[in-house]
């Protein structure tokens, strides 16, 4: 269970201005769930995302998952990250880099070979392998970023935009991955964000809608498509809803 509690962080913008990123901010985010958290940009999402990661410290409030302050559990656990630019070493091939990833994930030297290995078929890049990230295009550094989820089971992942660059083939391929992970994984919380409502509305149960750094609407997917988008939308803007 993902919960917070009161969040707010601040940025600081030139010499004397500071942006509210999140503010005051309370989720609860059940153990096995999936939750889309949509919002314009500069809403709080990234933020959101790496506070959780432990990345960001908040100003105020409490972060805790499954009872411990995020921090301390991520240094125990660890988490799966997909943030919405990816970066990779240039100089590196695609089968290097995950090599390198593994490793320091804490993977045994002899099931290195192996994770990697899967990873990239389950990615599509095993042609690839041997391609410098320096001349990847934004769809394949994608589908590396994905590839580097697939290197050691986690109990959460965060997913930052994880649909950017994909073509259709691999958006539903994605979605396979993401299945694959579930039921690889009992109890797996994901949280993903996304500016495409349709594809959204195809991968999560849960939807969280933050708009200027606040928590504007939660509810559970159930209804359609079209009725999800008027609600997000809604939210977003209450002047629809008149």
Known sequence: ??????????YRRGARDRVTALSSLDLRVERGATLAVVGPNGAGKSTLFGIIAGLVRP???????????ALRWVRTHGIGLLPDRIRLPERHTIHE???????????????????????????GLSAQAKT???SLSHGLRQRVG??????????????DEPLSGLDPLWRARFREILAL??????????LLSSHELNEAARLVDQVAVIREG??????????DVADFERRVLSSLDPSRGS
């Open 181 to 190: 992970l579930r039921d690889a994984s009992p109890g797996l919380t994901v």
């Open 146 to 159: 994905i590839a580097q989820l697939l290197l050691r089971p986690r109990a959460v992942i965060l997913l």
């Open 214 to 223: 606040r928590l504007a609407d939660c509810f559970a997917l159930h209804e």
């Open 97 to 123: 880099s995950l090599r390198r990833l593994a490793i320091l994930d804490g993977c045994a030297g002899g099931e290195v070979g192996a994770r990697v290995g899967s990873a990239l078929e389950m990615t």
């Open 59 to 69: 100003d105020h409030g409490r972060v805790l998952i499954d009872g411990e302050p």
């Open 1 to 10: 269970m993902i919960e917070l509690h009161g969040v707010t962080r601040r």
């Open 132 to 134: 410098r990230c320096g």
